[in-house]
């Protein structure tokens, strides 16, 4: 196949199918051989907690992934990185002659820095399962019982939904951290609103 060829065939192909995800499922999303649930734990604030409740969340928190097969834990932001701007700010500084603008353009910079710092915890942290898709009948089971696992431990847990998902993928693929709806399919709010 030619690389012309293979560039028409990959046009045809959706955003999912790129992205290897087969479809959304009442409990997460189906890829390849698996159905992938994701649980969001809402973290702890640790800078009020002993050093025993911080051991003892670490503790927990290990024992939750030794004790559970096929599991992975995501961290992303879930604000806006202002790296870029810096850099330009930084790099127009650089060959900026007037003093006055040199010093608006510092300015500018230390304020994006501010605004970063107050944002700092913004992150979501989440848990995913991979579930065997040959045994079907029992993964609203074995998403219960994960829950459970998860809460038992002490973990302020729930399941992601679709819009979840979505919101995950776009940090994950997009770095859009601002979009606070996502259609299912292209224009569908335009269709369906107007």
């Not at 051991?55 to 834990?73: C, D, I, K, P, Q």
């Not at 009948?137 to 696992?149: D, H, I």
């Amino acid at each position: 196949m030619t690389r012309k060829e293979k560039k028409a065939r990959k046009k045809l192909h959706s955003t999912r199918q790129l992205m290897g995800i087969d479809q959304f499922t009442e409990y997460g999303l189906k890829a390849g051989k698996s159905e992938l649930v994701f649980f969001l734990i809402q973290p702890d604030n640790l800078s009020v907690l002993s050093e025993e409740g911080i051991r003892g969340r670490v503790r927990a928190l290990t024992e939750l992934l030794h004790s559970t097969e096929s599991v992975r834990m995501l961290a992303v932001d879930s604000r806006e990185s202002f790296q870029r701007n810096k850099d330009w700010y930084n790099q127009r500084s650089a060959h900026e002659e007037l003093p006055a603008i040199r010093e608006l353009l510092r300015q500018d910079a230390a304020h994006l820095d501010d605004i970063q710092a107050t944002t700092a915890s913004a992150r979501e942290f989440a848990l995913v399962f991979e579930m065997d898709r040959q045994r079907e009948e029992n993964v609203r089971s074995q998403v219960s019982r994960l829950e459970k696992s998860i809460r038992d431990r002490g973990f302020h847990v729930r399941r992601a939904g679709e819009q979840d998902l979505m919101r995950l993928l776009a940090v994950y693929y997009a770095n859009d951290v601002t979009t606070e709806f996502f259609d299912r399919f292209d224009g569908e709010s335009c269709v369906t609103n107007g």
